[in-house]
């Protein structure tokens, strides 16, 4: 089974400054996603950026952007510029793609991520 | 932009009684999903649904569960008999081309 692990529980940043969030798997597949979620204090839960594995190119979204180290099965999230909407709890996840493009996301237990103005 | 909806927003219950979770995915998705957050825990896979029948399910979704599309667009998420554990947030979600989106869920609170 796969499994998702975010070690660091918080951080904070500076606003206007750059902060990465770490996340490493663990899988035998050679092809799956990846994600990073964001959950504001709403709840809802809102895609951030999403990396497939067999594109060596990371993924970039505006100001979100991946270092995905494959043999390393480490996949971090980099945010530039940070904003104060930016605070929320971040998840990564990941999913299988032998067991189908839509099958279930496994997450990892988030971090909380503060903003100070 | 179309977006996946859940009512209620907040729901009450007793332990014991039974609750229905409502979901109205994005109309175009033909997957659709469960998911339950307990508070200050990690999102956790319920169950997966596609062409009207179950296509996975974790352990958590036992016999106390179950799950419908009643027409062409609600997905519905019941619990038969609610214990005091069940109380979580509960995220639907839809998706095409392997992009999931979530709704912004449903908070049970079981008394």
């Known amino acids: 089974a796969q499994t998702v692990t975010q070690s660091q529980p918080e951080m904070s940043v500076q606003e206007a400054e750059t902060v990465t969030l770490s996340c490493t798997y663990d899988?035998?597949?050679?092809?799956?996603?990846l994600f990073w979620y964001k959950q504001p204090p709403s709840r809802q839960m809102i895609l951030v950026i999403r990396q497939e594995a067999y594109k060596q190119q990371n993924a970039t979204e505006n100001r979100f952007s991946v270092n995905f180290q494959k043999a390393a099965k480490s996949f971090s999230l980099k945010i530039s510029d940070s904003q104060l909407g930016d605070a929320a709890m971040y998840f990564c996840a990941y999913r299988s793609v032998s067991t189908g493009a839509n099958s279930k996301l496994t997450f990892g237990k988030g971090i909380t991520l503060s903003v100070r103005p | 932009e179309p977006e996946v909806t859940q009512t209620p927003s907040h729901q009450v219950t007793q332990m014991g009684q039974e609750v229905i979770l409502r979901c109205v995915p994005i109309s175009n998705h033909l997957y659709f999903y469960w998911y339950r957050q307990i508070l200050g825990q990690k999102v956790e896979f319920l169950v997966s649904f596609y062409n009207n029948e179950i296509s996975e399910k974790s352990e958590i979704f036992d016999d106390q569960f179950s799950v419908e599309r009643p027409d062409g667009s609600n997905f519905t998420l019941k619990i038969r008999s609610t214990k005091l554990e069940d109380s979580a947030m509960y995220f639907c979600a839809s998706s095409v081309e392997g992009k999931l989106f979530f709704g912004s869920g449903t908070q049970l609170s079981v008394l």
């Open positions: 899988t035998s597949e050679s092809d799956y996603y």
